[in-house]
């Protein structure tokens, strides 16, 4: 009977952990301008509905918005350099190249372009918080918060900064 209990008390404490640790994808109805969706150390993701293509280069809403205003206030930099092929910049302190991403790095395809900011790691997977990640079903559209890549994803660069 001691042996049982002490199975289930084990087996509850997995299925708690594991579920701590994961952390799921989920879409959020986009329904009006300047719409609050994800939050992150206090910096909101902002969404509207509309194309990606309408957003891109609006300075509140594509994808560079996010990582330049979490930026600006966890770090009290300028980021820039978020553009097809670039090298993000920083007008103080240093961005460098890390393959351990962590809380508040940031995530960059130059190729795509596309910028987010790491929310949290669980083992391989990387959780992102970022502006621009929609898309329109049955006449809807939707932001997925929570998005899950891999720290190996094709393209992907992660850059910490550091004073």
């Given at each position: 009977?001691?042996?049982?209990?002490?199975?289930?008390?084990?087996?509850?404490?997995?299925?708690?952990?594991?579920?701590?640790?994961?952390?799921?994808?989920?879409?959020?109805?986009?329904?009006k301008?300047?719409?609050?969706?994800?939050?992150?150390?206090?910096?909101?993701?902002?969404?509207?509905?509309?194309?990606?293509?309408?957003d891109?280069?609006?300075?509140?809403?594509?994808?560079?918005?996010?990582?330049?205003?979490?930026?600006?206030?966890?770090?009290?930099?300028?980021?820039?350099?978020?553009?097809?092929?670039?090298?993000?910049?920083?007008?103080?302190?240093?961005?460098?190249v890390?393959?351990?991403?962590?809380?508040?790095?940031?995530?960059?395809?130059p190729?795509?372009?596309?910028?987010?900011?790491?929310?949290?790691?669980?083992?391989?997977?990387?959780?992102?918080?970022?502006?621009?990640?929609?898309?329109?079903?049955?006449?809807?559209?939707?932001?997925?918060?929570?998005?899950?890549?891999?720290?190996?994803?094709?393209?992907?660069?992660?850059?910490?900064?550091?004073?």
């Open positions: 009977m001691k042996k049982k209990a002490i199975s289930l008390c084990l087996s509850a404490l997995l299925i708690l952990s594991f579920s701590l640790l994961c952390v799921a994808q989920s879409d959020v109805e986009i329904t301008s300047m719409q609050v969706v994800d939050t992150l150390d206090n910096v909101d993701a902002l969404y509207r509905p509309g194309t990606v293509a309408d891109y280069g609006d300075s509140t809403y594509k994808c560079a918005a996010y990582p330049i205003k979490y930026f600006k206030k966890l770090y009290s930099v300028s980021l820039s350099g978020l553009s097809e092929n670039g090298t993000p910049t920083v007008t103080s302190g240093k961005l460098t890390v393959t351990d991403p962590k809380k508040g790095d940031l995530a960059f395809w190729s795509t372009p596309h910028s987010a900011i790491v929310k949290s790691v669980s083992g391989d997977k990387v959780i992102l918080i970022e502006q621009n990640w929609k898309y329109k079903s049955g006449g809807k559209w939707y932001a997925t918060i929570d998005r899950q890549v891999s720290k190996t994803s094709s393209g992907l660069k992660i850059y910490r900064w550091s004073k």
